[in-house]
């Protein structure tokens, strides 16, 4: 089975300044998909990147990017000229690429409460 | 927005009472998941679907039952609730083909067994 570490139980952040949110993950599958999904006080699930383990490349969304080391096992999620709009509960997730029936779904990390001081 | 609805938004029961969360998708998607999320546990998959009729367990199903009697409405019922069911409940539907499939989430319910 598949696990999930978020290492960081709270971060917090400077207005403007980066952070970066670490996640790993422990599977023998080497196809798979990981996930970064945000949540706010509102407590709605928001997708906030996704990377392909086949990709080398590493995602990026506006300012939401990641590093994704596949030997290590590692995703870790960089914000860039933090808001105070992300302020949030940060899930990484991981799903198998494996496509037989329920293979979708997805496996969550414990969560990183990430604060941002004004 | 996927157009996930889930009812009630809020609920309040009794240990032993039987309890049902609706989720209602709008857009025709072919698998449907419930998930709960406790403090320090993350989100862990109770059941799910793969089509009308068609579920399967996930990581917590003790407790649980489901029901996909059309494509739209995926239930969960809480045949005797316990306090340990206290928890926020997230529907979620996949969208995309399956190199590009997605969850994309409800906006929760949040359940308290007294």
């Known amino acids: 089975a598949q696990t999930v570490t978020q290492s960081q139980p709270e971060m917090s952040v400077q207005e403007a300044e980066t952070v970066t949110l670490s996640c790993t993950y422990d599977t023998s599958e080497s196809d798979y998909y990981l996930f970064w999904y945000k949540q706010p006080p509102s407590r709605q699930m928001i997708l906030v990147i996704r990377?392909?383990?086949?990709?080398?490349q590493n995602a990026t969304e506006n300012r939401f990017s990641v590093n994704f080391q596949k030997a290590a096992k590692s995703f870790s999620l960089k914000i860039s000229d933090s808001q105070l709009g992300d302020a949030a509960m940060y899930f990484c997730a991981y799903r198998s690429a494996f496509s037989g029936a329920g293979s979708y779904q997805l496996t969550f990390g414990k969560g990183t409460k990430l604060s941002v001081i004004p | 927005d996927a157009g996930i609805t889930q009812s009630p938004r809020h609920k309040v029961t009794e240990t032993g009472t039987p309890v049902t969360l609706r989720c209602h998708q709008t857009e025709n998607h072919r698998y449907m998941y419930w998930y709960r999320q406790d403090p320090g546990h993350g989100l862990r998959l109770i059941h799910y679907?793969?089509?009308?009729?068609?579920?399967d367990k996930g990581e917590v199903s003790d407790g649980y039952s489901v029901s996909r009697s059309k494509t739209e409405d995926f239930l969960l019922t809480l045949e005797s609730a316990t306090s340990s069911q206290t928890s926020v409940y997230f529907c979620?539907?996949?969208?995309?083909?399956?190199?590009?499939?997605?969850?994309?989430f409800g906006p929760g319910t949040r359940l308290l067994v007294l």
């Open positions: 979620a539907i996949s969208a995309g083909l399956a190199d590009q499939e997605t969850q994309y």
């Open positions: 679907s793969y089509g009308v009729k068609d579920t």
């Open positions: 990377q392909e383990a086949y990709k080398q």
